[in-house]
């Protein structure tokens, strides 16, 4: 049953049973009050993820006296915010490569260099307002598992260095790459020191605790059931309504498909977690990964490791197959779960017989063009957000502060970032989004397990890509 079912004085027990980062985040998960009532607030956001909260943190930071309300359909970070992986990455959700390719050089190097500030960002914000989320500057090692995965970070590489960014992200052999972890199959990999990771909990339950310090009001328990956009634009749920003078934001990411105006703008896609026990002092000297920085390697599914504080190993990769309708009630897959929990023991068969404490999965929204949109209507006052393709820890920051300008009228100097005011092409009705989505996944799959055969790529691969271009 999930919480929103249960008696209040359980819910809290459920929220923490979502991932291990809600149950470990030390934080009262009791839901704050529901919206009831007619409430008129001069800024009102739907979501109540790092979207909202950020774009609220800065509208009340830089805005002393401005009303706004935030309303959650659960608990501040019970969506993607409380389950992703942990990685706060300068990557941005578009590839270095495409970047160059469909915006040019300077426009991608200035991106590249914002994503290098967002991280930093969200770093001084956890000082600044004391939020201990456990923020670690460890950066990415992209691996190369088998000969087969070197041309991908070669070519990644070669797009950093014409962005003028190849120093901070440099190419190391197999040796140095292993000296960094002892991972099966490391034929090289591609290190970029500038990313961080966090504890997610931590940080979107702090945030939370930020935005009402600043005098912002948080309605939990409240899912907006219809989303009225006009020149008193509202927020309506089944016990109340929210009225905005200024502006409403839409900052749901995945959750936002289920709202009719938001069907076909984004696509939920899974992504499923699983967490080992603690490892001993002698296992995390066989694996070494002394650095901790977030590991991945060139599979099509999209693999990603983050050691946690406490000693585990994080692995998460793309989780349930696509459903109908952008139906968000079925992100777990047993059969994925069991194949990624002896994918890590491949990775690292020091660990044979570890135990795995706990699994979850979430959804993460994917544009068409895999470019995230912010964007503000005066006249309609409706601001957006969302697109994140998975990065969202970093890019939700820089994208609220741009949000943030836009409603207030006060210019971040950012605005040159390719998702500002960009619309990307809606997703194809169904089915033929269900048949087109659930083809580029399977055929994901076969293409993965070729390339684990050292066997040549299925003979449909290079349409598989074409459907799947960022």
Known sequence: MRPGNLTAASEASAYRDTSYWLETCQDDL??????????????AVLG??????????????????????????????????????????????????TLADRYGVEIGRKTLQAMYDAVEEVGRVCEREGIDAEYRQTGILSLARG????????????????????????????????????????????????SATVHPAKLVRGLAQA???????????????????????RLHTDSGVLVARKAIVAAGEAYLTQQPRYRRTLL????????????????????????????????????????????????????????????????????????????????????????FTHSWAGYLGVSRDWTPTISFDPNTKVGQLFGYTGRGVSTTNISARILAGMITGKPTGLEFLPSVGNR???????????????????????????????????????LVRRLSKQ
């Not at 529901?34 to 001069?42: E, K, N, W």
């Not at 599979?299 to 990603?304: A, E, K, P």
């Open 211 to 233: 935005v009402e310090r600043l005098g912002g009001v948080i309605y939990e328990r409240s899912p907006v059931t219809r989303f009225e956009p006009s020149q008193s634009p």
């Open 268 to 355: 939920p896609m899974s992504s499923l977690i699983v967490l080992t026990e603690p490892l001993s002092p002698a296992q995390w000297a066989s694996v070494g990964w002394a650095d901790g920085e977030g590991l991945g390697s060139q599979v099509n599914m999209v693999d990603y490791f983050t050691k946690t504080t406490d000693g585990r190993i994080l692995y998460g990769s793309r989780g349930a197959p696509y459903h109908m309708h952008s139906n968000l009630d079925q992100p777990w897959d047993a059969a994925t779960a069991r194949t990624m929990r002896e994918t890590l023991i491949e990775w690292f068969p020091s660990l044979e017989g570890i135990g």
């Open 48 to 97: 109540g993820g790092f979207s909202g909260l950020w774009t609220a943190y800065y509208l009340l930071r830089d805005n002393p006296g401005l009303q706004v309300a935030i309303l959650e359909k659960d608990i501040c970070g019970y969506g993607a915010s409380g389950r992703n992986g942990g990685w706060c990455s300068s990557r941005y959700p578009l590839d270095a490569g």
């Open 424 to 462: 990307s092409p809606q997703w194809e009705p169904e089915p033929l989004r269900w048949l087109g989505v659930r083809y580029v996944q399977e055929g994901f799959a076969r293409m993965d397990a070729a390339m684990k055969a050292r066997k040549a790529a299925p003979i449909d691969a290079a």
């Open 147 to 194: 000969k087969a995965q070197l041309p991908a970070i070669q070519a990644a590489h070669r797009a950093y260095e014409r962005l003028g960014f190849g120093e901070q992200n440099r190419l190391l052999s197999a040796e140095a790459a292993r000296a960094k972890v002892n991972a099966t199959e490391v034929e090289g990999a591609l290190h970029s020191p500038k």
């Open 30 to 43: 009791t839901p704050r009050s529901a919206l009831s009532g007619q409430v008129a607030v001069d800024v």
